[in-house]
């Protein structure tokens, strides 16, 4: 039997995780030449019941871009029996492999399958990289996916995330890196309704900002090997905004992390 805990961990997975590959590709120079003029469709899916929910990369020339939900006979597909085998997959909980069909594309395939494994190897790392370049890309790569994965657990109607969204007027939460705007995300929420964003989020200042003094102090709180309190006293972690506030957020991150793991 589904659970609501199972749903949550697939929007997320299908939603927030799985659109880092092209992340991955577009930061991997090596990589990124290997889809160099490929014109391919790429699906990641699994069955629920009678319906089949996924996400789907169209390849133009090379260049990503990503969709929510599956399309009709994709060039490359990798297909889980239920919802379940794709959670379990993503978390590294199960070696059950799913269906794929399009193998013969062997190319592309194997561009996917690489994307894919370091995509996991970052974020499942429990220690922090030991390059600049990566230590960046995984940063990013937190941004990216805590600012998506709240605002799938509010589309998921998870009762928390959900109440506060519902409660909450027009507000704008970020996160960022003192001096690298690249390093940037974003969820505005409104009456219910949220969005997720990359970059900096331009247009006023925001209700909230959870701000790092650099990438080592973002990676020590993210990858929880930060004292939270510690870090906010000595100004590696700045909450730009009301603390109560920092803390719910916090709660939400904590939300997400513990359904992708």
């Known amino acids: 039997m589904i659970t609501r805990d199972d749903l949550y961990s697939c929007n997320i997975f299908l939603n927030s995780v799985l659109p880092l ?19 391919a469709k790429v699906q990641i899916s699994a069955i629920n019941g009678t319906e089949k929910v996924g996400t789907h990369y169209i390849i ?25 085998d794709l959670n379990n997959f993503f978390k590294g909980s199960s070696k ?40 960046k890309l995984l940063v990013k790569m937190y941004f990216y996916l805590l600012s998506s994965g709240i605002s799938q657990l509010n589309k998921s109607e998870h009762p928390d995330v959900s109440k506060w969204a519902k409660q909450s007027p027009d507000r704008v939460y970020a996160w960022g890196v003192i001096g690298m705007p690249e390093l940037s995300a974003y969820i505005r929420v409104k009456a219910g309704n949220t969005k997720a964003c990359r970059g900096e989020y331009k247009r006023a200042k925001p209700f909230f ?40 957020i916090g709660d ?8 992708a793991k």
């Open 21 to 39: 590959v092209k992340v991955i590709i577009e930061d991997d120079e090596k990589l990124s030449q290997s889809f160099k003029g490929k014109n």
């Open 60 to 84: 133009s020339d090379g260049v990503f871009t990503v969709f929510k939900g599956t399309i009709e006979k994709p060039d490359l597909e990798l297909e889980f029996k239920s919802i379940p």
């Open 96 to 135: 059950k492999l799913p269906r794929i069909t399009g193998i013969k594309n062997f190319g592309l395939f194997m561009g996917i399958l690489k994307a894919l494994l370091r995509m996991a190897k970052l974020l499942g790392a429990t220690d922090p990289p030991k390059d600049e370049k990566t230590k």
């Open 209 to 248: 900002t959870m701000r790092f003094d650099s990438i080592d102090s973002a990676l020590g709180t993210l990858m929880e090997k930060d004292n939270l309190i510690e870090a906010t006293i000595n100004e590696r972690l700045i909450m730009e905004g009301a603390p109560e506030f920092g803390a719910q």
């Open 252 to 259: 939400f991150m904590f939300a997400v992390g513990s359904y």
